[in-house]
């Protein structure tokens, strides 16, 4: 029997899609899945006369494979991924290779790798984006784990990665351990953001404005032959021309409530770990948690009045507003991913390559935008950029679009209409870009009340000190420690 190039556990439609993928690009595939009838089902349907190979037991697929083996988990994150491991582990020899293509959390991917290595084996956490057709047309892939992995599943994923137009696959070795899974976490924090930015500019353009939804898709639609062209601004143009049944927008009939899974909750902590300003993807995952209390607002719409939304002003020139404001609060949004990124990059020893990254995300994925190669071409010129608000490019845009930006905000608060990541975008812009901030008084705080201790302007960083601020205090200080 041919062996097969590949093995991959889990038959939900993702897991088809990219066996399907990697058939269809020349390699073998074997196949399994816990509910052994899923097996079946897919050799005998999708799979049929392609070179799949369908397996009942762990033993057999393992079995079915060229050596070093290569096996993909694309199993529910979490307890189901160990469990896998711990099956697999006694049929694997030194050098075989685990890969999770799951939506685990990094600091698992971390563990796993470790534990993985200890057996004598090499692990993979990868991110995969681009949702079910991704999958199956191109997705787009973020491996880390063992390095030594990477060479032999390489021609693999870049086989069936998305391309951009000049050939280059969306993957590329991210780097050690938790890597992978940490771009991956991150990028589905932007996604939270790049979604909550265009439900407010939808929000402004439906009650400020007073649009239909064909209007509204006529807008999005000019929007998607500029620079905001993307997956996301794409798939809102054409939602918001779809009708139901009855002829009318289905849109507005959808429940205004949304979950959240969890990675937009993780990338926030992450921040917050970190210590860095993540205040845009943080209030993307907080609109959902308040979106989701439907029944309490209905309430509160009753109680709690608000001024009734009117404009006076030119429509066209404020729908302008509102592109320039999402515009201007997706490169806020970008730069606090990326440096979320550098700041983990740090924490845990990994040589992330911002620039790769950009590349990765520029095709396959949910937030594949035009946008993404110029981020690329700024971490190319200056592979230490700190801030992407540093970069010629993007602060021209910022700056450009600076008092269409306050407008559109401002609009928003004066006729009631919540545009929490619009907001929090402009404050972190106005706050980075502020010599002087109130945390001196902060910080006095901090020593009146309980001694922390303070830096003096007049003095050299590291130098602290306390002050007997009421007079009845002692002079010793609590230990120093910063926020």
């Known amino acids: 029997m041919n062996k097969a190039d590949i093995g991959l556990i889990g038959l939900a439609v993702m897991g088809e899609n990219l066996v399907l993928n990697m058939e269809s690009k020349g390699f073998t595939v074997a196949v399994f899945n816990r509910t052994t009838s899923k097996v079946k089902d897919f050799v005998e349907g999708r799979g049929k006369g392609k070179n799949i190979i369908g397996t009942y037991s762990l033993e057999e697929l393992v079995g079915a494979l060229k050596k070093p083996r290569k096996i993909m988990l694309m199993v529910k994150a979490g307890k ?41 084996l090499l692990y993979i956490g990868t991110g995969v984006s681009g949702g079910e057709e991704g999958a199956l047309l191109g ?74 939804a064909g209007e509204m898709h006529e807008v999005f639609k000019e929007w998607n032959e500029g620079e905001l062209n993307s997956y996301l601004i ?6 918001l021309a779809y009708k139901d049944e009855d002829g009318l927008p289905l849109v507005d009939k959808i429940l205004d409530t949304a979950g959240q899974k969890g990675t937009g909750k993780w ?19 907080f609109a959902r948690c308040l979106s989701a209390i439907k029944e309490e607002r209905v309430e509160a719409s009753k109680v709690l009045p608000g001024p009734v939304p009117r404009f006076d002003g030119d429509k066209k020139q404020f729908i302008e ?22 700041a983990a990059a740090q924490t845990y020893g990994w040589n992330l390559n911002y620039g790769g990254i950009a590349l990765m995300w520029r095709g396959g994925c949910i937030i594949r935008s035009v946008f993404l190669g110029k981020i690329k071409e700024a971490f190319d010129k200056n592979p230490g950029l700190s801030n992407l608000l540093l970069d010629p490019f993007f602060k021209e845009k910022v700056v450009s679009s600076q008092d269409s930006w306050r407008r559109a905000v401002s609009t928003a608060f004066s006729n009631g209409i919540p545009v929490p990541a ?11 870009r502020s010599e002087r901030l109130p945390a001196n008084l902060l910080q006095a705080q901090r020593d009146y009340f309980g001694a922390h201790t303070y830096e003096r302007v007049d003095k050299p960083r590291g130098e602290f000190f306390h002050t ?5 205090g002692g002079t010793t200080p609590a230990t120093t420690y910063n926020v």
């Open 234 to 239: 794409e798939i809102t143009r054409d939602i």
């Open 80 to 120: 189901p991924v160990d469990d896998f491991i711990e099956m697999l582990v006694p049929f694997l020899e030194e050098g075989d290779i685990i890969i999770d293509g799951g939506n685990s959390h990094f600091p698992d991917t971390m563990r796993r790798t470790k534990y993985v290595e200890e057996k004598g």
């Open 267 to 285: 990338t926030a902590i992450a921040a917050l770990d970190e210590g860095i300003p993540l205040t845009l993807i943080g209030e993307a995952v």
């Open 321 to 342: 507003d509102i592109r320039k404001a999402l515009y201007a609060s997706k490169i806020i949004s970008y730069a606090q991913g990326f440096a979320l990124m550098r």
């Open 468 to 472: 007997n601020w009421t007079g009845r």
């Open 422 to 432: 619009f907001a929090s975008a402009l404050a972190y812009y106005d706050g980075y």
């Open 139 to 212: 997705p787009s892939l973020m491996p880390g784990g063992s390095p030594a992995a990477w060479q032999h599943v390489k021609p693999i994923f870049q086989a069936i990665a998305a391309k951009v137009e000049d050939g280059s696959p969306c993957c590329d070795w991210v780097g050690e351990n938790g890597a992978g899974h940490f771009v991956k976490m991150v990028h589905n924090g932007i996604e939270y953001g790049d979604m909550q930015l265009i439900c407010e500019a939808y929000h402004l353009m439906k009650d400020v404005l007073g649009m239909t």
